[in-house]
């Protein structure tokens, strides 16, 4: 937790404390309504008022500084019970105050609750077209059914606790998010393409790094969205997932594998909740969205004859809409190219083919995967040998790791 953030911490406590003194009549001074400096500590590339940074600590409070909130189960000596004015909740496991939007409006008023201005702020700040909701930062969230919005708990992101903490922040792997990151030690010189593909890919890396620029620079914001959708298709083994893996070493962008097993479902409306899930936790994180064996869920519409025609078809037509709409990269790959639905290819910016590695090719590729102890005198002569067998990258890897068991159980020559 850096400086800034415990001085932050540090006024809110005051504040805090302040403003239940001068509720419960312990002090003259009305603090009115109150706001915090906006802070720089938190990278969110919006910069924050007063009032929101004030609300963003009141959410923190549970995880940076608990006890603090202690001052909220000050009881209403009146009526024997805590007062209503504070809002709150009490977790099933954590025995702390648990703020609510309604805590935040008593403390933006300095506890005047009849400042209706404050609260109208407030249900603004935490509504849906507020950034904080929008990119996921700070939510209003499990209100009972039918229960005011603002009786609903405060809740950060993960993102935001891991900047406090200092910590990575990854998303858990589960139902919610059926997706992992992945990574490769390669290098992006370890990737063996044929030319073509390499000019390709260089204008895909050149849109992520520049599209802000390219699209300003000739007033293209009207006619050309945000983001870039591509399809890797070819034979298994070709290099289509490493790829995708080494484009987050040119861009410093994570890349993220989605997991198709655990989004399409049965069930009606399943499949859509658990894409939407992704797309939004991904929209504003600049990540890389890669869904390996695409045709899965990409996969051809067909005339609709049942209930279960019209289901997989409504699953198409909102994965079209989301793809459209999502202003990160998506990078789709498939073995066949035909089982992809024909609307997707008018929503693609590219279609790379990855063709079975050519003599030259594979020859490169066996040179730069054979260890080279196991290359002796007679190394190139084996090169030359084995590069004209039609294999693939994937092929070439299963050889290397058999022949290393191999070796690895041969007995050690007597020295």
Same mark, same amino acid.
């Given at each position: 937790?850096?400086?800034?953030?415990?001085?932050?911490?540090?006024?809110?406590?005051?504040?805090?404390?302040?403003?239940?003194?001068?509720?419960?009549?312990?002090?003259?001074?009305?603090?009115?309504?109150?706001?915090?400096?906006?802070?720089?500590?938190?990278?969110?590339?919006?910069?924050?008022?007063?009032?929101?940074?004030?609300?963003?600590?009141?959410?923190?409070?549970?995880?940076?500084?608990?006890?603090?909130?202690?001052?909220?189960?000050?009881?209403?000596?009146?009526?024997?019970?805590?007062?209503?004015?504070?809002?709150?909740?009490?977790?099933?496991?954590?025995?702390?105050?648990?703020?609510?939007?309604?805590?935040?409006?008593?403390?933006?008023?300095?506890?005047?609750?009849?400042?209706?201005?404050?609260?109208?702020?407030?249900?603004?700040?935490?509504?849906?077209?507020?950034?904080?909701?929008?990119?996921?930062?700070?939510?209003?969230t499990e209100q009972g059914e039918s229960e005011p919005f603002l009786s609903g708990r405060l809740r950060v992101s993960e993102?935001?606790?891991? #900047?406090?903490?200092?910590?990575?922040?990854?998303?858990?792997?589960?139902?919610?998010?059926?997706?992992?990151?992945?990574?490769?030690?390669?290098?992006?010189?370890?990737?063996?393409?044929?030319?073509?593909?390499?000019?390709?890919?260089?204008?895909?890396?050149?849109?992520?790094?520049?599209?802000?620029?390219?699209?300003?620079?000739?007033?293209?914001?009207?006619?050309?969205? #945000?983001?870039?959708?591509?399809?890797?298709?070819?034979?298994?083994?070709?290099?289509?997932?490493?790829?995708?893996?080494?484009?987050?070493?040119?861009?410093?962008?994570?890349?993220?594998?989605?997991?198709?097993?655990?989004?399409?479902?049965?069930?009606?409306?399943?499949?859509?909740?658990?894409?939407?899930?992704?797309?939004?936790?991904?929209?504003?994180?600049?990540?890389?969205?890669?869904?390996?064996?695409?045709?899965?869920?990409?996969?051809?519409?067909?005339?609709?004859?049942?209930?279960?025609?019209?289901?997989?078809?409504?699953?198409?037509?909102?994965?079209?809409?989301?793809?459209?709409?999502?202003?990160?990269?998506?990078?789709?790959?498939?073995?066949?190219?035909?089982?992809?639905?024909?609307?997707?290819?008018?929503?693609? #910016?590219?279609?790379?083919?990855?063709?079975?590695?050519?003599?030259?090719?594979?020859? #490169?590729?066996?040179?730069?995967?054979?260890?080279?102890?196991?290359?002796?005198?007679?190394?190139?002569?084996?090169?030359?040998?084995?590069?004209?067998?039609?294999?693939?990258?994937?092929?070439?890897?299963?050889?290397?790791?058999?022949?290393?068991?191999?070796?690895?159980?041969?007995p050690t020559p007597p020295g």
């Amino acid at each position: 937790m850096n400086g800034t953030l415990k001085q932050q911490i540090d006024t809110f406590k005051h504040l805090l404390q302040a403003t239940i003194a001068n509720f419960i009549g312990q002090q003259e001074t009305v603090p009115g309504p109150i706001s915090i400096h906006g802070t720089e500590s938190f990278h969110l590339g919006h910069a924050l008022t007063g009032q929101e940074t004030l609300v963003l600590m009141l959410a923190l409070m549970p995880h940076t500084d608990p006890r603090a909130l202690d001052l909220f189960f000050i009881q209403n000596k009146d009526l024997d019970r805590p007062y209503t004015k504070f809002g709150g909740w009490k977790g099933t496991t954590h025995n702390e105050f648990l703020p609510t939007g309604e805590t935040a409006v008593f403390l933006l008023s300095g506890g005047n609750l009849d400042n209706t201005g404050i609260r109208q702020e407030v249900i603004r700040m935490l509504g849906e077209d507020h950034w904080f909701a929008k990119e996921k930062i700070l939510q209003c969230t499990e209100q009972g059914e039918s229960e005011p919005f603002l009786s609903g708990r405060l809740r950060v992101s993960e993102e935001i606790l891991a #900047q406090v903490f200092g910590t990575k922040y990854e998303p858990e792997y589960t139902t919610l998010f059926p997706a992992k990151r992945i990574t490769t030690p390669l290098e992006w010189d370890d990737l063996v393409l044929p030319y073509y593909l390499h000019e390709e890919l260089d204008d895909i890396i050149c849109w992520i790094k520049e599209q802000g620029k390219i699209r300003e620079q000739w007033q293209l914001n009207k006619i050309i969205k #945000q983001g870039y959708r591509c399809l890797f298709y070819g034979p298994p083994g070709t290099g289509k997932t490493l790829t995708a893996t080494l484009l987050r070493q040119q861009n410093n962008r994570e890349v993220y594998r989605i997991d198709l097993s655990m989004i399409v479902s049965k069930y009606i409306g399943e499949t859509e909740k658990n894409l939407a899930g992704i797309f939004d936790q991904a929209a504003h994180r600049n990540w890389i969205l890669f869904f390996d064996e695409a045709d899965a869920l990409f996969g051809q519409r067909t005339e609709t004859q049942s209930s279960n025609d019209r289901h997989a078809n409504q699953e198409i037509a909102y994965l079209l809409q989301r793809i459209e709409d999502f202003p990160g990269i998506v990078i789709l790959a498939t073995n066949l190219k035909e089982n992809i639905d024909e609307a997707f290819f008018r929503h693609f #910016q590219s279609t790379l083919y990855f063709p079975m590695p050519d003599e030259s090719l594979r020859y #490169q590729l066996w040179k730069q995967m054979i260890p080279p102890v196991w290359l002796d005198h007679d190394g190139e002569e084996l090169l030359h040998t084995i590069a004209p067998y039609a294999l693939t990258g994937g092929n070439m890897v299963n050889i290397i790791q058999t022949c290393a068991i191999r070796l690895h159980k041969q007995p050690t020559p007597p020295g």
